[in-house]
């Protein structure tokens, strides 16, 4: 099944997010989710992020069970962040560069006095 955004709408404290369940035979349901924005900002969720967080929620847990209607829960919220943070690490776990030695500049200077 495709899942396509058909919009949101904000519900005390919550994103509720509508998406179209579209089968291979064309058929279409309609789907929802909803994140609470409280925990997006705890977690360091930004706004844009959360139509794709819903829609991969929906894609791991609609053939798991018949309800049309999902909440983004607290544990995808942390799995999330922790992901983001490991590749923050990894990303600043590089080898720093090496100090630029007092050569550099010299063939195009010529000889200080």
């Keep these: 099944m495709q899942f396509i955004l058909r919009g949101f709408k904000e519900v005390m404290g919550f994103r509720v ?47 798991t069970q018949d309800k049309r209607a999902f909440t983004y829960s607290e544990e995808d919220m942390r799995l999330h962040a922790d992901s983001l943070a490991a590749r923050e690490a990894v990303r600043h776990k590089r080898t720093p560069r090496r100090p630029v030695s007092e050569q550099v500049g010299n063939a195009w200077r010529g000889p200080q006095k």
Excluded: M, S, W
């Excluded at 279409?28 to 706004?47: C, D, M, P, V």
């Design 17 to 63: 997010f509508a998406f179209d369940g579209v089968q291979a035979d064309r058929k279409r349901e309609i789907f929802t989710i909803k994140a609470n924005l409280g925990l997006a900002r705890q977690y360091g969720i930004r706004l844009q992020e959360l139509p794709l967080l819903c829609r991969a929620a929906l894609e791991r847990g609609f053939e």
